[in-house]
């Protein structure tokens, strides 16, 4: 589950479907709920195949606390097991792509590039720590230094540099202005994320029937701003026929659900993550999706993942806070931007979207751009081109 997990699974398919021999080297599966999978426990090391794909995992500490300290700690495990199951797993690689963040896999890509004379790809998926000095999750002057000194070193490493927005590209740019980097942006697969119609046994299921359905799935981390989610439903308690469905997990959701009780927010439902090839059935009960975090700068490249696979279903969306996303909402006109953290604002585009006459052209405009645009597969195939023929050159 993830948009990063989901992303690479379709490139690593991509690879397969071209008839490269693909390893993945990732974790015993933890996310997002920060306990390891019942199927999963008491390994070290646990191979499978998924759909032709070698899938190596390697153990991890898991952590379940906010703290800077532990959250290094669980990424420099990882770190140190992938090498070590890694380099004993895996003879030879023509190329290794790593995804970043966090900072200390990046170690582990570099030696396995140097040991088996592979080309190194490095992709950035967001400012990473520009996030943690803005959040004050990580203060220290000094540790920020060392990690952007690391970003810089393992760019100028790399034979290819990646990246999921045009924001984070130009921060490359930036940075290394003799680099030129690949826009590998996140998307849907239109043939798994289409219209569809609930069937009454989902809207019984989840007791939505004759509501007007304001849904979220995805991350309750501590960048997604789910208690303004809350504080419209409180605003909106008085209207008896809308509902706020929260389908996810993350370290901030056992907070989300007190703050519900406390507020007798009747009106909102909270639910467990599902796998991703079952969420479209899910995300088919929502009459508007919200894609929702913090405005913060670091934040103001985003492109959530969750937004083309909403769009792709002809869902309407409610976009709170600016990024590369909500100017994807406005120029497609696919649905409403509330830009700021204000909850009255939030509550009043939900009545507008509710009542509007334009909730279907909204759907239809949002779809037709994905399959236009981001087509996941479209978008894998063409960085499998690319990546081959860097290999090719190198």
């Known amino acids: 589950m993830g948009a990063a997990q989901n992303r690479i699974r379709a490139l690593a398919e991509a690879f397969h479907r071209r008839g490269h021999k693909i390893t993945v080297l990732t974790a015993l599966p933890n996310y997002p709920t920060g306990k390891i999978f019942d199927d999963y426990r008491g390994y070290y090391k646990y191979k499978e195949d998924i759909n032709g794909i070698e899938v190596i995992r390697s153990w991890l500490y898991v952590h379940k606390s906010r703290s ?7 990424f420099l ?3 140190l097991t992938a090498y070590n199951v890694g380099s004993r797993e895996v003879k030879s690689a023509d190329l290794i792509l790593w995804e970043y963040p966090p900072p200390f896999p990046g170690y582990t890509a570099m030696k ?10 490095t992709n950035i998926a967001d400012l990473w720590t520009h996030a943690l000095e803005e959040q004050k999750v990580l203060r220290s002057r000094y540790i920020l230094n060392k990690i952007s000194a690391f970003e810089e070193r393992i760019m100028r490493y790399s034979t290819a540099i990646t990246g999921q927005t045009d924001g984070v590209l130009g921060n490359i740019k930036a940075r290394l202005p003799e680099s030129n ?11 798994l994320f289409r219209p569809t119609t609930p069937s009454s046994q989902m809207k019984e299921r989840f007791k939505v029937e004759g509501k007007f359905v304001v849904g979220y799935s995805g991350l309750h981390g501590r960048n997604h701003n789910l208690k303004l989610l809350l504080d419209a439903a409180r605003i909106l308690q008085s209207e008896e026929n809308i509902i706020f469905m929260l389908c996810g997990d993350g370290f901030e959701k056992q907070k989300l659900i007190a703050y519900a009780r406390q507020n007798e927010l009747g009106n909102v439902q909270f639910h467990d993550p599902i796998p991703h090839n079952q969420l479209p059935e899910l995300l088919s009960l929502f009459d508007v999706g919200v894609v929702i975090h913090r405005n913060l700068p670091g934040l103001k490249v985003v492109r959530s993942a969750k937004l083309f696979e909403l769009m792709s279903m002809e869902i309407p969306i409610l976009h709170c806070g600016e990024s590369e996303g909500a100017e994807i909402v406005r120029k497609t006109d696919a649905g409403l931007v509330v830009p700021e953290e204000d909850a009255r604002k939030v509550a009043n585009a939900i009545t507008t979207i509710r009542d509007s006459a334009k909730l279907k052209e909204w759907g239809e405009n949002g779809r037709r ?6 087509d996941r597969k479209k978008i894998s195939m063409e960085l499998v081109e690319k990546l081959e023929n860097l290999v090719r050159q190198t």
């Open 369 to 374: 751009h994905v399959i236009k645009n981001f």
């Open 77 to 79: 495990s990882f770190a």
């Open 181 to 191: 980097p690949i826009l590998w942006p996140n998307g849907a697969d239109p043939d």
């Open 112 to 121: 396995l590039a140097k040991k088996w004379k592979a080309c190194l790809v």
């Open 68 to 74: 800077a300290l532990s959250s290094a700690l669980s």
